[in-house]
C-alpha cells in the first residue's frame, strides 16, 4: 500500500477562485465568499500555503513551478458528501420500492458479496473513482457488515490521498444470516477498524448502526460504549426516513418516547453524530437533535427515488432551536453521486414546500458548510492557507445547454453558479486535485 505523495514540492493552480467564510444569508449575500476572478493558489506538501491574486502570487513563486491555469473555469474546494453506501454501487437505479422493501429486495442481496475481499476492493476502486469524477473528494461512507469492507475502502482511500469517514454496519437482526453480525462481534469489529484506521493518513472511523430496526438494545448499547472510549470517532444511521419504518421502530422499541429517543438512550446523539434523512421529525426530536449538536443529514434524490418524503430546511433551522445540517447523495438510493445534481434535486424540494435554496447556500453547503458538519473545517471546505488542496474544477460551459444559458448571465455570479447547480453534473466537473495532485480530468470531446 503506498501512500500519495504530492509530485513536486510547490505546485500552483491559476484561474477563477471561490470559496466561502460564512453560511449565506440567502441570495445576494455578497459577503459570505471570497471570489477572485484570476486567483492563484500556491501549494506546498498537499496543502494551500497562500491564496490571492494571481498578478501578486506569480513572482514569488520558485522558477519552473507547475502551473495549472483554467482561466474560464471556478475552482472550488472539493464538495463533501456527508452520507453514502459504498457497498450500493450496483444497487442504484433498482425499479418500483419504498425503503423496506426496496432494502429487503435489492439491498441487502448486493451487500452479501462484499464477504469477497476481491469484490470489496474492485468495488473500492470504483467508488472514489465514481467521487473523484463526481468532484467529491472526502464522503461519509457505509460499508457493509463485513469488515473487509472498509479495510478494501480504507486501503483504496490512502493510496489516493483522500479523506474518507467510514464504517462496517452493525446489524444484529431483521437481515439475512449472511449480513447479520452480534453485539459482541460488531463491537469487536468496530473497535479493530477504529484501532487500525482512525487517524491513519486521512481516514477516520464512524461506529455504524445500519438503523434501530436492525439493531437490539444490546447492539446499540456497544455502539454507545464505543463512542465513550473513543470520543474523537463519528456516530452514523438513519433517522426517520420513511413512515413505515418510524412505525416499526415503534413496534420494536415500545418504551420509547419517539424514533431519536431509541439513538438518545444509548448515548448516541451529539456534534459528531450524523443522523441520515430525518424527514418525518416531531418537535420533540427536533429539539433533541439540537440540543446536543447532532446532524441532520438531507439526501435528496434518495428521498425522491424511494418516496420518503419532503426535507423541511425551514424547520430544521429554525433559529429558535436549529439543527446543524448536512447535503449528501445517499447512493445507492439517491441516484447520482454529482453533488450538483443533489443540490438541483434539493431546490426542487423546497421549492414543493414554498422554500428557496439559494445557489451559494447550495454551494455553501457542499464545501464549508459540511465541512463544518463534520468538524473538519480546518482541514478541508475552504480555499485557505493551511487546508487540503482538494479541490474541484467546474466548467459553467461544460454542455451545449449549459453554453447556450450561459450567453445570457452576462458576468453574474450567483446566477453561473444556479446554472451549474441546475444543469450541471459530472461532465461539469473539468479536474479534481486531491492533495494538489490530478486526480480526475474530464475527456474533452475530440
Not at 435528496?300 to 419532503?310: A, E, M, R, V
Not at 452576462?410 to 461539469?428: H, I, K, Q, S, Y
Request: proline share 5%.
Amino acid at each position: 500500500m503506498t501512500a500519495h505523495s504530492p509530485t513536486a514540492p510547490v505546485s500552483a493552480i491559476r484561474g477563477r477562485l471561490l470559496s466561502f467564510n460564512r453560511t449565506p444569508n440567502g441570495p445576494g449575500d455578497h459577503g459570505c465568499y471570497r471570489y477572485i476572478e484570476d486567483g492563484l493558489l500556491r501549494i506546498e506538501r498537499g496543502r494551500i500555503a497562500a491564496v490571492g491574486a494571481a498578478a501578486d502570487l506569480l513572482p514569488g513563486l520558485p522558477p519552473g513551478t507547475p502551473i495549472d491555469h483554467y482561466p474560464d473555469s471556478l475552482i472550488l474546494p472539493g464538495f463533501i458528501d456527508t452520507h453514502i453506501h459504498f457497498p450500493q454501487t450496483q444497487v442504484i437505479a433498482s425499479f418500483g420500492a419504498q425503503l423496506l422493501d426496496w432494502l429487503e429486495k435489492y439491498t441487502f442481496v448486493e451487500e452479501q458479496k462484499f464477504a469477497d475481499p476481491g469484490h470489496a476492493a474492485r468495488n473500492a476502486s470504483f467508488f472514489l473513482d465514481e467521487l473523484l469524477r463526481n468532484g467529491t473528494t472526502t464522503a461519509v461512507v457505509y460499508g457493509s457488515v463485513h469488515p473487509q469492507s472498509i479495510e478494501a475502502l480504507f486501503a483504496e482511500s490512502v493510496r489516493r490521498g483522500t479523506a474518507m469517514i467510514a464504517g462496517k454496519s452493525m446489524m444484529d437482526r431483521n437481515a439475512p444470516p449472511a449480513l447479520t453480525d452480534t453485539a459482541a462481534s460488531s463491537y469487536d469489529e468496530t473497535k479493530a477498524l477504529i484501532e487500525r484506521w482512525h487517524g491513519k493518513e486521512r481516514q477516520r472511523a464512524a461506529v455504524t448502526v445500519r438503523f434501530a430496526i436492525t439493531s437490539t438494545e444490546a447492539q446499540l448499547e456497544r455502539a454507545g460504549a464505543l463512542l465513550n472510549e473513543y470520543p474523537d470517532v463519528y456516530l452514523q444511521t438513519h433517522l426517520s426516513e420513511n413512515r413505515a419504518e418510524i412505525a416499526e421502530v415503534r413496534r420494536l422499541f415500545p418504551t420509547a418516547k419517539h424514533y431519536t429517543d431509541v439513538y438518545d438512550r444509548f448515548g448516541l446523539l451529539g456534534p459528531r453524530s450524523l443522523f441520515g434523512h430525518c424527514i418525518h421529525l416531531s418537535e420533540p426530536e427536533i429539539q433533541r437533535l439540537s440540543d446536543t449538536g447532532s446532524v441532520a443529514v438531507f439526501c435528496p434524490t434518495s428521498n425522491l427515488f424511494i418516496g420518503s418524503g419532503l426535507f423541511d430546511w425551514a424547520r430544521l433551522t429554525d433559529l429558535r432551536r436549529p439543527v446543524r445540517l448536512g447535503l449528501a447523495t445517499d447512493v445507492g438510493g439517491g441516484t447520482s453521486y454529482s453533488m450538483l445534481r443533489t443540490a438541483a434535486e434539493a431546490y426542487k424540494i423546497l421549492q414543493l414546500q414554498n422554500q428557496t435554496l439559494s445557489a451559494l447556500t447550495a454551494f455553501h453547503q457542499a464545501t464549508r458548510g459540511n465541512a463544518a458538519a463534520l468538524g473538519m473545517e480546518g482541514d478541508i471546505g475552504s480555499l485557505a492557507p493551511g487546508r487540503y488542496a482538494d479541490l474541484v474544477v467546474l466548467d459553467p460551459l461544460a454542455t451545449p445547454a449549459m453554453r447556450h444559458r450561459m450567453e445570457t448571465v452576462e458576468g453574474d455570479l450567483e446566477e453561473e453558479l444556479f446554472v451549474l447547480m441546475t444543469l450541471g453534473d459530472d461532465r461539469a466537473v473539468r479536474s479534481t486535485y486531491i492533495q494538489g495532485k490530478l486526480q480526475h480530468r474530464r475527456a474533452e470531446a475530440s
